[in-house]
């Protein structure tokens, strides 16, 4: 009997794997110092660090470009209003799509209400898929970016972000791609997808600690700074420096939070070298080994998740199902109940966590009919989700549903 089933992983995944809690830690006490700043032994060891973690996430996320270009911010919400802000102008166009979390949607009503700014919103199916051709539809000469949630945080569909980079690379818009709940899940080729800037949250998929997040910005783009300051680096120039990362980065970094990331890259490179990876792979394709398996394993959770609450009366799955192009997060309703009541319950009788309501997305729920429900429940399994929290939660759910 554990004291809590886990099934909140696309809030913030729960646990890391070990060699992040004691890197963090070994890190912070030996090089807890400010990098980039003063020149001595540590601030160097320390700024290695960082540098040596731009290149793992290039690699990681299929980007060839110049390592500086991996930017470092407090987590998706800030890169993504940094990017957004730093790109469009008034008069501009943006496409977005009805599938996007909040972090995307109140930028982009923002920049609609307040600088003009026109927004289109993409809608999708009932199974949460948006149409490439829907998005070739709405670019326009105007167009200046295109921004798409890579997988939903409600339903788990998973977009064709290839299909889709490859239409929005054939005009002048640029391609932003939401990757929150597809990073250190699925494999991800920036440069092969045509992603132009791709916006990361270290703390979910990516196994690093809430705090630390950023965007990569690919070759060729440029994007305004979101703030200025102390970067480090010529400070007698009175502007932000142009050159990336202290374009988009300024102030004292979160050094923990790097070391997390760090530490979890590596980790992934192991498990993709325990997975079938050779000795000799590169980080890249040790972790395209990884996320297979990791894909792999967390797939068949949601399966097993789906399989069981389709069979039970009263209780409606959304979303895709088995075997349609998805990550695990799902959603469900029992017979009319509030959401946030079955999460309740959930929590209070069978210690399953989950995550009832409408998880920052509430065009999502709009186009489910989910709204009056209060939105759903969300089961988000992860990697290490085990046989007992399946069992807990399908007899929760089943208990439930027969009350
Ligand atoms: C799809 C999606 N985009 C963006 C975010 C925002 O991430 P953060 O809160 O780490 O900025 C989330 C987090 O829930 C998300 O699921």
């Known amino acids: 009997m554990k004291d809590h089933y ?28 400010n990098p980039g700043r003063s020149g001595h032994e540590l601030a160097v060891e320390a700024e290695t660090m960082i540098v040596q973690t731009r290149r793992l996430l290039g690699q990681f996320f299929g980007f060839a470009g110049d390592p500086g270009r991996v930017t470092f911010s407090q987590n998706a919400t800030d890169s993504m209003n940094a990017a957004l802000g730093g790109i469009l102008n008034p008069g501009d166009h943006l496409v977005i799509t009805r599938m996007e979390h909040n972090c995307v949607l ?3 009503n923002h920049f609609e209400r307040d600088q003009d700014v026109e927004v289109t919103r993409v809608t999708a199916d009932g199974q949460g898929y948006v149409d490439p051709d829907e998005i070739r539809k709405s670019i326009k000469p105007n167009t200046k970016a295109v921004v798409i ?16 980079g490859k239409l929005v690379n054939e005009t002048d818009a640029l391609f932003i791609l939401d990757s929150c709940q597809t990073a250190g899940v699925v494999p991800i080729a920036m440069d092969e997808w045509g992603v132009d800037v ?35 680096v010529n400070s007698i120039s009175p502007f932000q420096p142009d050159e990336y990362p202290y374009r988009l980065e300024t102030g004292t970094h979160c050094l923990p939070g790097i070391a997390g990331l760090n530490a979890a890259q590596k980790w992934f490179a192991e498990l993709g070298k325990s997975h079938g990876a050779p000795d000799d792979a590169t980080h890249q394709q040790a972790c395209g080994f990884a996320l297979a398996h990791i894909h792999e394993t967390e797939s068949a959770v949601a399966n097993r998740l789906l ?9 409606k799955t959304y979303g895709p199902q088995a075997g349609q ?10 017979r009319d109940l509030p959401a946030d009541q079955v999460g309740t319950m959930l929590d209070a009788d069978h210690a399953v ?12 729920h709009e186009l489910l009919g989910t709204v009056s429900q209060k939105g759903t429940v969300r089961f988000a399994p992860g990697y290490f989700t085990d046989e007992e929290d399946i069992h807990q939660a399908i007899a929760a759910v089943e208990d439930l549903a027969s009350a």
Not at 7 to 31: C, G, I, W
Not at 207 to 232: A, D, L, S, W
Request: aromatic content about 8%.
């Open 6 to 33: 886990y099934f909140d992983n696309a809030a913030t995944t729960l646990p890391k794997p070990e060699a992040v809690y004691q890197f963090m830690d070994q890190f912070f006490r030996s090089h807890g110092v």
């Open 106 to 108: 109140r930028p982009a």
């Open 149 to 164: 949630n890579h997988a939903s945080n409600v339903t788990g569909s998973l977009q064709d972000a290839f299909a889709i």
């Open 198 to 232: 791709l916006v990361y949250t270290g703390h979910k998929g990516l196994f690093g600690p809430m705090g630390i997040g950023g965007m990569i910005v690919g070759e060729g783009v440029e994007i305004r700074p979101p703030r200025v300051g102390g970067t480090g």
């Open 307 to 315: 399989e069981a609450f389709n069979a039970l009366e009263g209780v």
């Open 325 to 334: 192009p998805r990550v695990s997060t799902l959603s469900i309703n029992i």
């Open 353 to 364: 966590c989950v995550r009832p309501g409408l998880h920052c997305a509430p065009d999502v």
